[in-house]
């Protein structure tokens, strides 16, 4: 059962003996066991955030093609690469509303929107609400109720009643006091907020309504 038998064992079997193949299924099973790849399977790609891409953006009815890095939040991207500096910079991690825009006219953070995830959205900021020189119908209810002090806020606070209208054309003051609680004013011009809310409502169906 030595040499003669491993030759044996060879020549029966193509040229492999019994011993070889039984090696062979143990190192297969060890390696399917363990997880261990070979040097074909392909590796996963993974995009570096300094690696630039094409894009196309759609902010308000306008096409800008541009390269971005995968990591730029449409909020940087609006202000530092387009100069539409209505959108503003807030706490940047989706707490204060300062930064509201609408994308397919749903209210959205854009600090925590990448400017990748928005291409063939169509993006409305503030200056998209008026008309050349012309106040939109919300801006001018926010300019009459003198609904800011600071004013930080206010774009955002535009954005979010603007949002509300779009999807709801007649809220309700609950309503109204939900569409804009994503939003905050550190100065606490809430009432007049809501006010020009109702007042924008009235504008935008036509309808003087209380000034």
């Known amino acids: 059962m030595g040499k003669d038998s491993d030759e044996n064992d060879r020549a029966s079997h193509g040229g492999v003996t019994r011993r070889g193949f039984i090696a062979s ?51 940087y991207v609006l202000r530092e690469k387009l100069g539409l500096t209505g959108t503003k910079v807030g706490c940047e991690r989706g707490e204060c509303g300062a930064c509201t825009v609408l994308v397919n006219g749903v209210p959205r953070y854009a600090c925590l929107t990448l400017a990748i995830e928005a291409e063939g959205q169509e993006i409305t900021t503030l200056e998209g609400l008026m008309s050349g020189e012309e106040l939109g119908p919300v801006q001018v209810a926010f300019v009459e109720h003198d609904a800011f002090q600071c004013g930080y806020c206010t774009p955002g606070q535009i954005m979010a009643v603007e949002g509300l209208l779009r ?9 109204i006091r939900l569409g804009a609680s994503g939003n905050l004013c550190r100065c606490g011009a809430y009432l007049n907020i809501f006010k020009a809310a109702d007042r924008a409502a009235h504008l935008k169906a036509g309808k003087g309504g209380k000034p």
């Open 25 to 75: 299924v143990g190192v297969g099973a060890v390696v399917a066991a363990t997880g261990v790849t070979t040097a074909e399977t392909a590796e996963p790609q993974v995009v570096k955030p300094e690696e630039m891409a094409k894009i196309t953006l759609l902010i308000n009815g306008r096409k800008h093609r541009m390269l971005v890095e995968p990591r730029w939040s449409l909020l």
């Open 167 to 175: 999807k709801n054309p007649h809220p309700s003051d609950a309503e």
